[in-house]
Nanobody, 128 residues
Framework: QVRLIETGGGLVQAGGSLRLSCAASGGTDSRYVMGWFRHGPESDREFVAAITWSGGGTSYAGSVKGRFTISRDNAKNTVYLQMSSLKPEDTAVYYC?????????????????????WGQGTQVTVSS
């Protein structure tokens, strides 16, 4: 069973930065596509970003494009979400997700339930 453990959430003022980490352990296939979702107080769970197992392909939600960067270190089985220029609208519980082969399509990746594994989430609060 794959376990995903998110860390790095916290309270930050608008304009600040945070880096979230998600460490994966267990499972039978380490070549996971990794992603981040969030569930805020004024919206349902939404896609944030995703990255291929090689790190060569990434995708972002339009609301975070240019401000957030997803990356991974396969030697550490860890994916990161660097968040900059944070806004109060970014306040949410952020969830790490993983998908084993056969991989998601470019369209199915946007639905949280389509992913194979999920973490428990980490709270990010941005104050104004």
């Amino acid at each position: 069973q794959v376990r995903l453990i998110e860390t790095g959430g916290g309270l930050v003022q608008a304009g600040g930065s945070l880096r979230l980490s998600c460490a994966a352990s267990g499972g039978t296939d380490s070549r996971y596509v990794m992603g981040w979702f969030r569930h805020g107080p004024e919206s349902d769970r939404e896609f944030v970003a995703a990255i291929t197992w090689s790190g060569g392909g990434t995708s972002y939600a339009g609301s975070v494009k240019g401000r957030f960067t997803i990356s991974r270190d396969n030697a550490k089985n860890t994916v990161y979400l660097q968040m900059s220029s944070l806004k109060p609208e970014d306040t949410a519980v952020y969830y790490c997700a993983a998908d084993s082969p056969p991989y998601l399509t470019r369209s199915s990746q946007f639905t949280f339930e389509n992913w194979d594994y999920w973490g428990q989430g980490t709270q990010v609060t941005v104050s104004s």
